[in-house]
């Protein structure tokens, strides 16, 4: 981004800036994560330890609410619970990560642009640009941002365990903001391969970590802006739609269960939730 | 044999690692990004000494193995890059667990490098224990066994199948002995009793995905019970559309008990009951599907819905609700777990759960008869309590002057009452073969260090074979041991094995056994092995498919006498010492990854809990945090209080895992084990530890713990972050299926 | 008539040479008082200091910071000592241009007070950032490697704001004391003569001098105004440009510029009583000016608890459900001794300032200028903590109050500011001697006109017309 | 794009000061400010490079005097590139497959010299390591930091694959970054491989300017 850069494509910059992203892009990744099928496991959780080199905070820190995972389980008790002995219907789970928002709030706060929008639609996080100001967090309605507040490398991976650490992608020191990439470091090799066998991507050639371990299949992820992709399917078959949110906008039919989180404040989240099942017999 | 070994270096040199000396270590924005990492000079670079045709430096590849983080047997995919494994994932091909993993296999790269593990054997010198070399620790132990009779002998494993299994009983043949006990705390061995008693097949085939209505008494499927991953995965097809009803009794609510679509919580013990009730009120409808001889129905009609109430403190409304579900919403099928199982009378209760699944029809429609693998010796041993109590008996009769335990941990898991580590201390030679320096170890004379599941050769045939076709998966080394003082499982039996029985000598290692045993596999078409085209077929896919000795369900109903339920004044609450998928019984409790994981329903990390109902909290006075002592006839443990609705009023739940003495920096001294205070109580029939029938009470201690726990709300404040929406209109949308 | 000479702002008749001898004596070498107050400022100042070593060595961690609460108290502060730093530009600036007179006495100490509080300000965004050695990044360089700063960020807008704001209201400081500067020039000896003779600039007090003196003043004083304004204004977009609830607030600019005059005005009464007390400066520092002071202060007072109340009914009927839990939960929740300490600070006590009595007894309005600084200063708190503690997602809901380390370096920071102004009294003119000779001047000319007009009406020229007083040119003639 | 013009000595001053304020930073050593007053004062007497660079490549400004790295074998490229006539993916096998160039596998080292001067030292040395089943520890020179993402093989097949750039003259393509190696022994980093100077290169011959393309 040069000055001259910046001359040519300021208009487009600024655009990007009032209605969120990128105009042209070449993919756009997104999931849909079926509340149906979501057990509450926490084998996405642990797949993403292990994929994306996050760090152990130990029981102190993670007391005082310093814990990594990038990928977390939210567990609430329903709201009716309080009336009653039991929580007779169960746990409400919720897998919880970087919605990788269209619009994403956290993109226009950083003040050094260490958080941007690639062509992808994804959420960037360039760590050794990151200067630590934290403001992208603390405008992430999601709360899916991560600070290293600590150096974690010695007391997280001990040797040998350091050995495991994927050479894929930089293990973060502390004052770096870190976040789900999606896991970019397959969606990079994948790319590469397709384009070196000169092909597009097939829609299932790879995964992200969480996804690829969900035990009930309850995570899809892909390409949205492929058409025959699984996951375009779902959120075609859900009507659900990318971009703004306007209450003007011709009502989805009420009774499909797709839903994007927050999607009120209009920060057009690449993620599609589909509603928790229940019976309402019992 | 030369030209094996040959291969065999060939086989194993790309795992030799690369390079490494902070590949991908190095930190984004540790210093001024331009001090670290524009000098040169800083890093090394080391070349194999042979090319390797399928390895380059840069881009990973994926080997296949299997999974020994619990006993399901799940085939996984590892990626290996510059000859270190980085990544696990399922192994797609496993009908077990069709790619998937569970949090405990994708932590297995942790158990491998793990920094706690025993690294070269270790030999007790005037009351400590000492580094050795492999030859003197062998020759100690050879020496030992040697000197030692027959019976006198014994070996404490855990679930041990395929070719291990084969060397363990060879090795229990060549000593005289038939003191072989296999251990596992969390282990289906009543269900297994029941299923083999009155269905004639000890494993049959749970269809998940058939069934319309679940009724689980504790049986705590997605979590720990038989074969998780793969149950998961059923699970999935169970609850698309028209999507199946999952009722789960148990008095804990376990991550199963989390995705039920009605939870509740029988008075501890009362399950058998409960299921009686259920079968009585079906056939007094006449919704039954399977009539019952006169015996039975006369037993049943003891059960007025009343009574049942009365027992177990479910409303007739409930009960009779599941009764209607189970008919109305065929197929059905009945399950029954730990908490169901774990008392005195829990192979009646089980059985109880057998009975409806029969009365409903279930047998046949989702229970299958088991596709057994043909080859019997490989079959696994499958671990189970009784077989701890029957070597704590031996050890209490002073009846063995060398034990061996291999890959389990019993001085951790053992109740206190069953006073093995006094039992121990009378054995003249104890030898642990293991990864970790755990308690057994500590007691131990010998130690010998093991190569870790992802550094050693083996086969598994799982004890639940999930698959329409049964398989056994090979475990392969997917990288060249860590540390170089280690070695595998089956290296080690096969040289206590040479060194009693010269047949065994024609293998130089555990991988030309292991290889040529499977060569010789039915199925396996490539005999005389041309270029190893069969071999390497084999270890691409990771496991051998057989054809199945398909066997057939014979249903055998009898009555089921279960017992009624009794207060106690002295120790008026239970305790339920419940399982976690995650640190499982103990054993991953060294792993960070795992420990830092929430457990799933309490979302407490890195430390034990005692669940009481807030009904009880508020009898006794505690709050979230405060610490309580939990004492048993046989003992007491003391952890910090967790208050929620999701546990019986009458149950003080402790999660196992925690509590180790021994076992690294992860696991040592943090939290209780609520096994240790069980009181020595046993199923009448099959003779297992009796987990859940130990009876408690519950007194505060003065001291306050700060409950770390993932998650500021605990509700969603009416915030619509999970949705929901009825299944009927689900079904009207996603359509019947 | 009476009522004039009662209110006057400051006695007439100060001889010059007086004004001189006053402020020169402040200057003089410190007693022992100044040295353990100047102690206890500097270990204040090394405690932070070592806070600050540790925090950078470990991590942000040590602060004790979390997922929700990524700010905390730092910022607060930081918003505060900006805050601080607006009185002076207003009682300086503002008041010049509306030739309010009675500023004249105190509004030196008063600019000091603004740099100072900006260069304490200016230590946050630094001890805030978790790579702070990587702080450049934020100002549009021209680098090797092509990249800039992202514009769209309120935090670039901060760097540019306090940066101009720092160096123009420094400027304006230094450009005031020149006058004061070449009479200490020449009041002076050994190395402070020297010193105030570099700091003069060749002052000789001409009529071209003056007369340049005063247009670049008035200049300046003009750009201050809407400088001042606008920063507050960007630091209140730090929040109101995000999207949290009790963040995304439109008034926030107002509401930020009144909290900062405010907590502004109450600084400056807190060090107008502590000079006016330790350096007798009782015949400058006048009950009357203080009476204005507090007048001011009061009226600012009230600006702000209208549009504290403002905001809160925005939010009330504004029917976000978030704000309004956040709202309910300040109320309410764990921080609700905080949210009423702060109104009842900033909207209950500044009441005493009502009472004539009140305000001229100097003990009662030193308490009450703390408990105002205290109240503002937790106003500021609790704008950055309860948002962060409870906003969309409940699962990541916390409460935090900070570890040591944060309030090391708070207290550090007042201990900064402190010694920053201690060795300011010592070494500059904390009145200013020229202004205030200017405005004996006036106050003379002004009673003998008073007089003279009286005398006409009453004796209808008896004696014959008297002279209207000799006007000379305020200045430099004591110097 | 206004940088292209730069000269290279202004850019090496740039290169050479913000090392020298790192390194200021990081040890405060005297020694290294003169070290790097010393590179300064150097710039200007070295030799530019005289190797062809593909008319289809416009390359980056930028010049390096990287250390002489001591490595185990003190390996001659120039005997085996320029006498030898030996092309660079002969044995960087890896560079036009894989992110890394590669090191070759000692057995092809010992391919040749099992009878090809074994009278040298440090062919002799190269096969006491072969014997004792060892390969040498070389000393990575030209690295990148572990936070970039740098990949052989998209620039090889840009610069010589796809642009039909004849595949024996490849060592004008690795020249771009890696220098004159013809005329070196062991490998020395004669280009500055920071970020401006990938920067330049990626605008000049329109690689991508996404930030993810290359930091990880």
């Known amino acids: 981004m040069s000055f001259k850069n910046i001359l040519e494509n300021f208009s487009k910059y600024r655009r990007g800036a009032e209605e969120g992203g990128h105009h042209e892009y070449e993919h756009r990744w997104g999931m849909a994560i079926d509340l149906n099928l979501c057990i509450g496991c926490n084998a996405c959780s642990t797949a993403c330890y292990a994929e994306n080199n996050l760090a152990v905070v130990g029981k102190d820190k993670f007391e005082k609410g310093q814990a990594m995972h990038w990928m977390r389980i939210e567990r609430y008790w329903d709201d009716a619970d309080a009336g009653r002995d039991f929580p007779e219907q169960g746990a409400l789970f919720l897998p919880m990560l970087c919605q990788q928002c269209g619009a994403a709030t956290c993109e226009p706060v950083c003040p050094v642009a260490a958080t941007y929008h690639t062509p992808d639609g994804l959420n960037a996080q360039v760590y050794n640009r990151c200067i630590g100001s934290r403001y992208c967090n603390n405008n992430c309605p999601f709360r899916v941002r991560y600070f290293n507040f600590w150096s974690y490398y010695e007391s997280s991976w001990p040797e040998p365990l350091n050995m495991q650490l994927n050479p894929d992608l930089s293990v973060r020191d502390k004052g770096v903001m870190e976040k789900c990439t999606f896991c970019v470091q397959r969606i990079r090799t994948a790319k590469d391969k397709a384009q070196r066998e000169n092909r597009a991507i097939v829609d299932g050639e790879f995964q992200t970590a969480c996804a690829q371990a969900c035990p009930t299949g309850a995570i899809v992820f892909g390409d949205t802006m492929d058409p025959n992709s699984r996951v375009t399917k779902l959120w075609q078959e859900h009507e659900v739609e990318r971009g703004p949110y306007t209450s003007k906008k011709p009502k989805q039919n009420a009774e499909l269960r797709g839903y994007r989180i927050f999607e009120e404040l209009n920060v057009d989240p690449s993620i599609m939730y589909l509603e928790r099942v229940r019976e309402t017999e019992v | 044999m030369s030209k094996m070994k040959s291969v065999k270096i060939d086989r194993r040199s790309f795992l030799k690692m690369l390079g490494w000396g902070g590949a991908g270590t190095a930190l984004a924005g540790c210093d001024l990004p331009t001090t670290v990492t524009l000098e040169e000079g800083k890093e090394e670079v080391v070349s194999y000494l042979m090319p390797e045709e399928y390895v380059i430096p840069g881009i990973g590849v994926w080997y296949a193995s299997t999974c020994l983080q619990c006993d399901a047997g799940c085939g996984l995919h590892g990626r290996v890059r510059e000859g270190r494994v980085l990544k696990l994932e399922g192994n797609p091909d496993s009908p077990i667990n069709h790619g998937k993993t569970c949090m405990m296999g994708q932590a297995g790269v942790q158990a491998h490098y793990n920094p706690d593990r025993v690294t070269s054997p270790m030999l007790r010198k005037n009351g400590t224990l000492q580094a050795v070399s492999w030859d003197e620790a062998l020759s100690e132990l050879n020496g030992r066994l040697g000197a030692v009779s027959g019976d006198r002998f014994a070996m404490v494993t855990g679930t041990v199948s395929g070719h291990q299994a084969v060397l363990v009983s060879a090795l229990m043949e060549q000593m005289g002995s038939s003191n072989h006990f296999a251990h596992e705390t969390i282990n289906a061995r009543v269900w297994r009793q029941v299923c083999e008693d009155m269905l004639g097949d000890p494993m049959p085939r749970l269809r998940l995905d058939k069934a319309q209505v679940i009724l689980s008494f504790g049986a705590d499927f997605l979590g720990t019970w038989l074969s998780p991953v793969h149950m998961a995965t059923e699970y999935a097809k169970f609850r698309s559309a028209p999507r199946g009803m999952l009722v789960q009794i148990e008095p804990k609510m376990t991550l199963t008990g989390g995705n039920a679509d009605l939870w509740l919580p029988a008075r501890p013990g009362t399950e058998g009951a409960l299921a009686l009730g259920i079968a009585n009120f079906v056939i007094e409808r006449g919704w039954n599907k399977v009539n019952v001889t006169p015996n039975v129905r006369r037993a049943l009609a003891e059960y007025d819905l009343p009574k049942v109430e009365e027992i177990t403190g479910i409303p007739v409304s409930k009960i009779k609700r599941i009764a209607s579900l189970l008919s109305e919403r065929s197929p059905a099928l009945v399950l029954a777990g730990a908490s169901a199982a774990g008392f005195e009378d829990g192979y009646e209760s089980v059985a109880a759960a057998m009975l409806l699944n029969i009365i409903v029809g279930a047998v046949g429609e989702t229970i299958e008869a088991s596709a057994q693998f043909p080859e019997a010796a490989l079959l696994a041993r499958q671990g189970s309590t009784a077989d701890l109590i029957k070597f704590a008996k031996g050890l209490e009769n002073k009846a063995f002057d060398v034990v061996l335990f291999a890959n389990t941990n019993p001085v951790y898991t053992a109740p206190e009452a069953l006073g093995l580590e006094k039992g121990l201390a009378e054995v003249g030679f104890k030898v642990a073969m293991t990864q970790f320096p755990d308690e057994t170890a500590m007691l131990a004379d010998l130690v010998l260090p093991l190569a870790s599941p992802l550094e050693d050769w083996g086969t598994h045939v799982a004890a639940y074979q999930a698959g329409g076709d049964p398989v056994i998966s090979v475990q392969q080394p997917l990288m060249e041991p860590i540390h170089k003082d280690v070695r595998g499982f089956g290296d080690v039996m096969l040289g206590l094995l040479k060194a009693r029985n010269k047949e065994f000598e024609q293998f130089a290692d555990y991988y030309a056994y292991l290889k040529t045993a499977m060569l010789n596999m039915p199925g396996l078409a490539d005999k005389d092995n041309k270029n190893d085209a069969a071999w390497n077929n084999l270890l691409q896919k990771g496991l051998l498919s057989a054809k199945p000795a398909k066997g057939k369900l014979s249903i055998k109903a009898h009555t089921v006498e279960v017992a009624g339920y009794q207060h106690s004044k002295e120790y008026p609450l239970h305790l339920v010492p419940s399982a976690r998928l995650g640190l499982w019984d103990g054993r991953h409790a060294n792993i960070p990854w795992l420990q830092e994981a929430p457990d799933q329903i309490a979302k407490v990390v890195w430390d034990s809990w005692a669940e009481l109902h807030p009904k009880t909290a508020h009898e006794l006075g505690v709050k979230n945090g405060d610490i309580i002592r939990v004492s048993s006839a046989s003992g007491s443990i003391e952890t910090q209080v967790y208050i929620h609705k999701g546990v019986h009023p009458d149950v003080v739940a402790v999660p196992m895992g925690q509590g180790h003495t021994a076992y690294g920096r992860y696991a040592k001294n943090r939290g209780a084990n609520p096994l240790k205070v069980l009181n020595p109580i046993t199923d009448k029939k099959t003779g297992e530890l009796a987990t859940h029938a130990t009876r408690v009470k519950v007194s505060k201690v003065p001291r306050k713990n700060i409950l770390v726990k993932m998650g500021g709300s605990e509700t969603q404040m009416g915030r619509p972050l999970v949705r929901t929406v009825s299944a009927d209109q689900f079904r009207r949308t996603e359509g019947e299926g | 008539m009476a009522q004039v000479i009662q209110d006057k702002i400051i006695d007439e008749n100060l001889k010059w040479s007086q004004i001189n001898q006053d402020v020169i004596r402040s200057m003089q070498a410190p007693g022992k008082a100044y040295w353990i107050t100047f102690a206890v400022c500097v270990a204040m100042f090394l405690t932070a200091v070592a806070a600050e070593i540790y925090q950078y060595k470990v991590g942000m961690g040590a602060a004790g910071l979390n997922n929700p609460h990524m700010w905390d108290m730092y910022i607060a502060t930081f918003v505060f000592w900006i805050g601080m730093s607006h009185a002076g530009t207003l009682l300086s600036a503002i008041l010049h241009i509306i030739h309010a007179q009675w500023r004249k006495p105190i509004y030196r100490f008063a600019e000091a007070m603004t740099t100072f509080s900006l260069m304490t300000a200016g230590f946050f965004p630094m001890i805030h950032l978790g790579r702070v050695w990587n702080l450049y990044w934020v100002l549009p360089y021209v680098s090797d490697r092509g990249i800039w700063p992202n514009f769209r960020s309120p935090l670039v807008w901060d760097a540019f704001a306090i940066s101009t704001y720092l160096s123009a209201s420094a400027l304006f400081l230094v450009i005031g004391m020149i006058p004061d500067l070449a009479i200490l020039r020449d009041h002076t000896k050994g190395w402070r003569k020297k010193f105030y003779g570099i700091l003069a600039l060749g002052w000789r007090g001409d009529d071209r001098q003056w007369r340049n003196f005063r247009k670049t003043y008035m200049l300046m004083a003009c750009f201050l105004i809407p400088l001042a304004i606008s920063v507050h204004s960007i630091v209140s977009s730090d929040f109101a440009m995000s999207i949290m609830p009790g963040w995304h607030v439109t008034t926030f600019p107002p509401y930020f510029v009144a909290g900062a005059l405010y907590s502004g005005c109450a600084a400056i009464m807190t060090l107008f009583i502590c000079l006016r007390y330790f350096f007798h400066m009782e015949e400058y520092m006048t009950k009357n000016i203080m009476e204005k002071t507090t007048k001011l202060t009061f009226a600012i007072a009230m600006v702000w608890t209208y549009l504290n109340l403002i905001e809160f009914a925005s939010t009330w009927y504004g029917h976000n459900i978030y704000d309004k839990e956040v709202l309910i939960s300040k109320a309410t929740g764990p921080y609700a001794v905080v949210f009423w300490t702060m109104i009842i600070c900033g909207s209950v006590v500044p009441f005493t300032l009502c009472f004539q009595k009140l305000r001229r007894h100097m003990p009662t309005m030193f308490v009450v200028s703390l408990l105002l600084q205290l109240g503002m200063y937790v106003e500021r708190w609790m704008i950055v903590a309860p948002t962060l503690s409870q906003a969309h997602q409940p699962h990541q809901w916390d409460v935090l109050w900070a570890p040591v380390v944060q309030w090391a370096i708070v207290f550090g920071s007042f201990g900064w500011f402190a010694l920053l102004f201690l060795v300011f009294v010592k070494l500059f003119p904390s009145v200013s001697m020229y202004e205030v000779k200017e405005l004996t001047f006036h106050l003379q000319h002004e009673a003998e006109e008073e007089k003279w007009l009286a005398d006409q009406e009453k004796h209808a020229t008896p004696e014959g017309a008297r002279e209207k007083p000799v006007t000379g040119r305020p200045g430099l003639e004591g110097a | ?216």
């Not at chain 4, 930028?62 to 002969?90: A, L, S």
């Not at chain 4, 690689?207 to 990880?216: I, L, N, S, T, V």
Request: proline letters at 8%; charged letters at 25%.
């Open chain 4, 1 to 216: 794009m206004q940088f292209a013009n730069r000269t290279s000595l202004n850019n090496a001053a740039a290169v050479s000061i913000r090392r020298l304020q790192a390194k200021l930073v990081q040890c405060g050593k005297p020694f290294y400010l003169l070290m790097a007053l010393a590179v300064m004062a150097l710039l200007p007497l070295t030799a530019m490079a005289e190797l062809p660079v593909p008319s289809h490549i416009t390359p980056p400004p930028g010049e390096h005097e990287g250390e002489h790295v001591p490595q185990p074998i003190e390996f001659p490229h120039d005997r085996h590139v320029k006498d030898m006539k030996i092309n660079c993916m002969y044995c960087h096998t890896y560079a036009r497959r894989s992110k890394v160039a590669g090191i070759p596998p000692t057995s092809k080292c010992m391919g040749c010299h099992k009878v090809i001067a074994t009278d040298r030292p440090r062919i002799q040395k190269l096969t006491e390591y072969w014997e004792k089943g060892e390969s040498p520890r070389w000393k990575k020179v030209h690295d990148v930091p572990d936070y970039v993402h740098f990949t052989h093989e998209k620039h090889i097949r840009k610069f010589v694959f796809d642009a039909d750039f004849p595949v024996e003259d490849v060592q004008q393509v690795c020249g771009v970054c890696h220098g004159e190696v013809r005329e070196m022994t062991v490998a020395e980093k004669k280009k500055p491989l920071n970020m401006g100077f990938c920067r330049r290169c990626h605008e000049a011959n329109g690689g991508p300017g996404d930030c993810w393309k290359c930091h990880k």
